[in-house]
């Protein structure tokens, strides 16, 4: 396994993971749900509650969010579109939609804000599609230029809008490969795109770095595990949100000892599925954070300790499981500054 300096984590010297399926087109993410915020006060109330900047957010802007415990564990990530000055919609794995919406609506209060699942299947509902390559853009009118978080909104025949986010790009052994994240009213016609994999779909989010809590994962992990203030998921100038104070003391105070790699692994992986260093097989050094299946095997981003990238190896379910062979990220892993 290469190694990696736990202060500065350079990637250009590790494989960039390969990916077996097609990359260009268009997938329905039917595992992911929209919450719709609406009233005066949507955005002023999500602020509150999430890890990044609602309350100046535009409508070409997205913005990927975390919402926090108490205890600056993740609760769920999102992206956030604001469609309108008084609309926002959540788009998340949804699987935790109905706790996540609950969750909210417990701090809602005298806010001028109504929650709703504005999944497909509900009334004025949203299909999440994810979209990548050259006919995405063309699909969306996009032309490549356009900013890691930015929308991008589509006119459709009917007169209504898709609104599509850009995503960071996934860096794999072709090259970089752009994605959006496309909100699609449920009853508007299918896109006529090539079809992506889901596999090859979140395979493209290793590829990006990018993982999004699940089920599994629920309050396992302070955002910097995730690498989540890297890929653009909190302000640090924003005001209090549940959780704020041990997000920001883990990052100021130079307490971040657990990040997120990219693996590959000869076997079949499962998200929540824990990791073990050759040198200390009694107790975990990590924990699965995002699985997609590649022929016999998997593409992983795993959170695990920064000593643990020092020497030895990392192996999957035990100390003797399958090895895992460390992939380049498209990014970085710095010291806080």
């Avoid at 509150?48 to 564990?73: F, H, I, M, N, V």
């Avoid at 396992?220 to 595990?225: A, E, I, L, S």
Wanted: hydrophobic share 45%; charged share 15%.
């Amino acid at each position: 396994m290469s190694q990696a300096s736990p202060s500065t984590t350079a990637t250009t010297a590790l494989p960039r993971p390969s990916l077996t399926g097609p990359i260009d087109g268009a997938v329905p993410l039917d595992d992911w749900g929209v919450i719709a915020a609406q009233g005066e006060e949507a955005a002023k109330f999500l602020h509150s509650q999430l890890t990044q900047d609602l309350a100046l957010q535009k409508p070409e802007q997205a913005r990927l969010a975390g919402y926090c415990s108490a205890k600056g564990r993740l609760l769920a990530t999102m992206v956030a579109f604001k469609p309108a000055t008084d609309a926002v919609l959540l788009a998340l794995p949804a699987e935790l939609l109905p706790q996540t919406q609950k969750r909210l609506a417990m701090f809602v209060m005298r806010a001028k804000c109504k929650l709703s699942d504005a999944s497909a299947g509900q009334p004025g509902g949203w299909v999440v599609w994810g979209m990548a390559g050259r006919t995405a853009q063309q699909w969306l009118g996009a032309d490549g230029s356009e900013a890691t978080w930015s929308t991008l909104g589509k006119a459709l025949p009917d007169g209504r809008q898709a609104w599509g986010a850009r995503l960071p790009d996934a860096g794999t052994q072709g090259g970089a490969v752009a994605r959006y994240l496309v909100l699609l009213p449920a009853d508007a016609a299918r896109p006529e795109l090539p079809a992506i994999g889901s596999s090859d779909w979140a395979a493209l989010d290793i590829a990006s770095g990018l993982a999004w809590v699940r089920s599994p994962t629920v309050e396992q992990f302070v955002p910097q595990m995730l690498n989540l203030e890297l890929l653009g998921g909190v302000n640090f100038q924003k005001g209090c949100y549940p959780g704020q104070e041990v997000v920001a003391r883990s990052q100021y105070r130079g307490t971040i000892k657990r990040r997120t790699f990219a693996f590959a692994c000869p076997a079949p992986a499962q998200v929540g599925q824990e990791v073990f260093h050759s040198e200390d097989p009694e107790q975990p050094a990590g924990l699965v954070a995002g699985v997609a299946v590649q022929g016999a095997g998997s593409l992983l981003l795993v959170e695990t300790k920064l000593a643990a990238l020092q020497s030895g190896s990392l192996h999957l379910g035990s100390a003797l499981g399958p090895a895992l062979t460390q992939q380049a990220l498209p990014y970085e892993i710095t010291e806080p500054q």
